[in-house]
Every structure is written in structure tokens, then in C-alpha cells.
């Protein structure tokens, strides 16, 4: 090794076993992900995070546009009248919006909201754009940002801004709305378990945590590395509540004038928070290789004598590889050591590592390392690109068989209220269990357990015969999922 190359690694975490939350943190700032802003509460997205997040976008969008969807583009800004149309969405919004008041010290004649989500400009410009039967359905998403003054932030998981894609369709029948509502419930599910393989619950929120405005909200529900629960999709069905009052109209078949049906649905840089924290471990980040920014790091060890020659053969194989079609990077850096590299590339998540020395030049043979699992692998030269292939899907796959079976061991049914205590303080994870379907039991779980309702799981259907509620014991109106939740 040449001289004066060695250097400690610096990028040591906390403890995740002990503090769950300065770990993510740790690795949101170590991977270089985010950084925190001077603003409060606003983080700054960096590269290797933004690269993540537009793999992640460009996954997601995909799939939308094979559904049928267009992107367009609505305004940040919103006028109060606007906003104020539906009360009940006002209401639920209210203490988060922000407002533009002036133009230099000119005082505005309306007040303008800063956009916290779009229905109320998008169902404005709906009502224009919608005459007949003809116009239906509108079928158009927007990837944007929104703002919402969260008094707790955490990096991608609450923030002040973040970026996100929200849906906003329209509908002849209320049949085709709700079709269109769990259609794209499907979409984020799939998209979930395919790409990012975290295996959600699919299921229908509780009247207290539905997305205000709406009649019903289905979610996407995923469980973390602590055993705590996050929302990472939502799916709205809206009924009329906002067609009635923004006047939404069309002339239908029978030449009556009718209201449209609306659904909208949403994702946002919380998946980035939901990726890191379902499939890190101790060593940082763990990312499939679907939407890894780098799916290949290839890490040259070097000795003076032989520098060039391996210099030069990890050169060819980063092109082979490039050619491919595979994300890849040399890391030629000489003033780290390869040890330094290994814990580096290993923080950032990268799948699969590239090892390239001299005595692997005598045997024609490269090393290979993943990311999901310990452990190296010989492979000749002139197989790498296909092997690498192969890896990747592995990978891929691996983790999602990982997290399903996280989840399966972590998802407890219980029946009586010390079991539901129990499993909550010791052992976490979801829990599932009777509840009568009412608010007040719902609040006095949540406020003696800070568990909540996460969904009513769509795939359970009806409670089994007798299922008395948790808490109350009353009848169960619903099996639901508890937990506690970000």
C-alpha cells in the first residue's frame, strides 16, 4: 500500500438498538442524503438523496402513466377564498398554511395560501375545463412541492417543504371514482413491494385520521426497523364534497347537469424516510438496487507497483458495466484506503461491490460483495456483467423476502387488553385485534398507549364471529391494525 494512504473511517453511528432516532438521523447526514437548512424545519436535498429520490419519482411515474394519467402543472399559490370553500378541509389544514399578505409594502387585496395540497386551485380550474360527459374522467397528477408548518420536523419524514406527486381525478359515477380510489391504492402497493420492496398493508383509515375533505381515505401502511408504524401512501375517495362547492358541473347522457365524483392520492419524500428506516441496519443505508443511485461501486486495490494495471482494468469493467445499463462507480479516490471504502460505499447502501487487485489480475477473477448479506465471491472477468445482473436481482428480491418476513414475525394478533399493553411496550410491530369502530375508544387507546388505529386492513375482511373490541369490550365492528406510529 502506498505511503500515508491510511485513514480511520469516519462515518460511525449511533446505535441503533439504543436510539433508534439518532441513528436515522446519523445516516441521513453521513450518506449524504439531507442536510439540515437555515430555515426551520426546511431541509436541503442533497445529490446522492435528490439522484434517490428522482429514481424513486421516475419508478413511481411510470407507473401512473401506464394507468393513464397525465402530469401537469398547478400554481404554489391559492387564494383564501379558495380555500375556505370546504370547511372541513380549511378546518384540517388551517393551523399548517402559511400566508403571503404584501408584495414589497403593498398589502395584497386576498391573501394568498402557500400550497398544502391542491384540491381546492386544481378543483377551480376543474370546473372550468369540465362542461359534458364528453370531458370525463380528467385523469391528471402533478409532481410539486408543498408547505406545511409542522411544529415537529424530522428530515424527510415531516418537514416544512417537501416535494411529493398528488393525483386529482374526476369521474362520471361514484362507482368510477371509488374503482379509481383503490386502483391507485393498487399502484402505490405494487410500486411499494416492486421497487422499494417494502411490503405495506393496504387498508381503510379511521374517520379521525382520514385526509380532511374526504369520505373515505385508504393508505398504505409499513413497518419500520423500531417496530413503529408509517403512513407512506394515501388514497382518497371524495365523493362530491368538493365538486358541490367549487361547482364542478357536466351535462350527462341524459341531458341532465350533475356533479362529478373526485378521487386524489399522494406520495412524497417521506418514502426516502420510510426506505432508510425499514431496510437499514447498523451499517447505514441498505437500498434496492431498483432505485440505488449507485447499484455498483467498484473499489480498486492498490499498490504502487501494479496501480496502473488495476487502475485500467477496473476502468474497462466500470465501461462494461456502463454499457450494460448498470449505475456504477469507480472509486479511484487514493487517498482513502480500501477499508475506508468498503465502510463508505457500505453506509451509503450501494448493492453490490466491485473488488479489483492485483492477485485478482493473476487469476483473471474479480471479487464480489453485497450489501444485503455478508460475505464475498470470486467471478471471472469475462462473466462480471452477467453475474452482476443476477446479483442485482437477487438482491432485489432478497429484501423483499426480508421485510415480509420482518413483518409476518412482527404483525401479533391479540385478544385481551394486557396482551395489547404487553405486546406494545415489549415487542412493538403491528397489532392487530377487535374495535368497535368508535371515536371515543379510539382516542382512549390512543391516550393511554399513544397507539393508534393505522388502517382497517383491506384483505381481512369482516371480523371473525365474536370478536369483542381491545379496549371496550364491546363487539367488534372492525379488525384492525394498532401501533404507534410516526
Not at 333 to 345: L, N
Request: net charge negative; glycine share 6%; charged share 30%.
Amino acid at each position: 500500500m502506498a505511503k500515508g494512504k491510511k485513514k480511520a473511517f469516519e462515518g460511525a453511528l449511533a446505535s441503533r438498538a439504543e436510539s433508534f432516532s439518532d441513528w436515522y438521523v446519523d445516516v441521513v447526514r453521513k450518506a449524504e442524503l439531507a442536510d439540515y437548512s437555515d430555515i426551520r424545519g426546511c431541509m436541503i436535498i442533497r445529490p446522492y438523496g435528490y439522484t434517490l429520490w428522482e429514481n424513486v419519482r421516475d419508478a413511481l411515474d411510470r407507473r401512473i402513466k401506464a394507468t393513464g394519467h397525465l402530469n401537469a402543472y398547478f400554481p404554489l399559490f391559492i387564494p383564501e377564498s379558495y380555500l375556505t370553500k370546504e370547511a372541513e378541509h380549511v378546518e384540517g389544514f388551517a393551523p399548517e398554511v402559511p400566508w403571503v399578505t404584501h408584495v414589497g409594502e403593498e398589502k395584497l387585496e386576498e391573501r394568498l395560501a402557500i400550497r398544502p395540497t391542491s384540491e381546492t386551485i386544481i378543483c377551480a380550474t376543474y370546473a372550468k375545463w369540465i362542461q359534458s360527459y364528453r370531458d370525463l374522467p380528467v385523469l391528471i397528477n402533478q409532481w410539486a412541492n408543498v408547505v406545511r408548518w409542522e411544529k415537529r420536523t424530522r428530515l424527510f419524514l415531516r418537514t416544512t417543504e417537501f416535494l411529493w406527486q398528488e393525483g386529482h381525478t374526476c369521474h362520471r359515477t361514484r362507482e368510477e371514482a371509488v374503482e379509481e380510489t383503490l386502483k391507485m391504492l393498487r399502484v402505490y402497493h405494487d410500486f411499494l413491494r416492486e421497487e422499494l420492496a417494502i411490503p405495506p398493508v393496504m387498508g381503510l383509515k379511521s374517520e379521525s385520521e382520514k385526509f380532511a375533505g374526504a369520505v373515505d381515505t385508504y393508505c398504505v401502511e409499513a413497518l419500520m426497523g423500531d417496530g413503529w408504524a408509517l403512513q407512506v401512501g394515501t388514497s382518497h375517495f371524495l365523493g362530491q364534497n368538493f365538486a358541490k362547492p367549487f361547482g364542478i358541473k357536466f351535462l350527462d347522457k341524459d341531458n341532465v347537469e350533475r356533479y362529478v365524483w373526485q378521487t386524489s392520492w399522494g406520495v412524497s419524500t417521506r418514502l426516502i424516510g420510510a426506505l432508510i428506516m425499514a431496510q437499514g441496519d447498523d451499517a447505514g443505508l441498505r437500498l434496492p438496487p431498483r432505485v440505488a443511485p449507485i447499484q455498483v461501486v467498484i473499489i480498486p486495490i492498490i499498490f504502487d507497483a501494479t496501480k496502473e494495471q488495476v487502475l485500467a482494468e477496473a476502468g474497462r469493467v466500470r465501461d462494461t458495466l456502463e454499457k450494460a445499463g448498470v449505475r456504477v462507480r469507480l472509486d479511484d479516490r487514493d487517498w482513502h484506503s480500501p477499508g475506508f471504502k468498503f465502510h463508505d460505499w457500505e453506509l451509503r447502501g450501494v448493492p453490490v461491490r466491485v473488488e479489483i487487485g492485483p492477485r485478482d489480475l493473476e487469476k483473471g477473477q474479480a471479487m464480489l460483495g453485497r450489501r444485503d448479506e455478508r460475505g464475498k465471491q470470486p467471478v471471472a472477468l469475462e462473466k462480471l456483467p452477467g453475474r452482476v445482473a443476477e446479483l442485482l436481482d437477487e438482491i432485489q428480491a432478497n429484501m423483499l423476502r426480508q421485510a415480509e418476513q420482518y413483518r409476518a414475525d412482527n404483525t401479533t394478533d391479540v385478544a385481551t387488553w394486557d396482551e395489547f399493553k404487553e405486546v406494545l411496550e415489549n415487542k412493538k410491530g403491528f397489532i392487530r385485534c377487535g374495535w368497535d369502530g368508535t371515536a371515543e375508544t379510539e382516542a382512549l387507546i390512543k391516550e393511554e398507549t399513544k397507539a393508534t388505529v393505522r388502517c382497517i386492513p383491506l384483505e381481512d375482511g369482516d371480523p371473525p364471529p365474536g370478536l369483542k373490541d381491545i379496549r371496550s369490550g364491546q363487539p367488534a365492528k372492525h379488525q384492525a391494525l394498532f401501533a404507534r406510529a410516526y
